[in-house]
């Protein structure tokens, strides 16, 4: 079923939408824009504040850690084709899987980069 250009430009405005409040960095910026209005709101609000900020927090430590890992491993690839011997040119088959874990664990960080 076809749809029309109203239909199409309402399912395009939700899912910018959609996207707009999962980014990390408008979301970011809207709980600052929040933190400084609310700097003197009242005690629930302020903890409530302060409860979103340490989620958001959370969040970046969690996806900070996923990319540490993935620059680990990566570096530990370099290091195994560095220090092999130049007669032996083929990887074997653990540097295989373990290069095919990286590019897995590698395009997964891109996808929650690209959020």
């Not at 910026?29 to 933190?35: H, K, N």
């Not at 074997?92 to 899987?97: A, D, G, H, I, Q």
Request: charged share 35%; with cysteine.
């Amino acid at each position: 079923m076809a749809l029309n250009d109203a239909e199409r430009q309402a399912r395009r405005r939700e899912k910018l939408k959609r996207q707009m409040q999962t980014d990390p960095r408008i979301v970011e910026a809207a709980l600052l824009q929040e933190a400084e209005r609310c700097a003197h709101g009242t005690d629930r609000e302020r903890h409530a504040l302060a409860d979103k900020l340490m989620v958001a927090a959370r969040d970046y430590l969690h996806r900070a850690q996923r990319l540490a890992e993935a620059a680990r491993r990566l570096r530990l690839i370099k290091s195994v084709f560095l220090t092999r011997p130049a007669a032996r040119l083929r990887p074997t088959k653990f540097e295989f899987l373990l290069l095919r874990s990286l590019l897995k664990l590698l395009v997964r960080a891109l996808a929650l980069i690209s959020r």
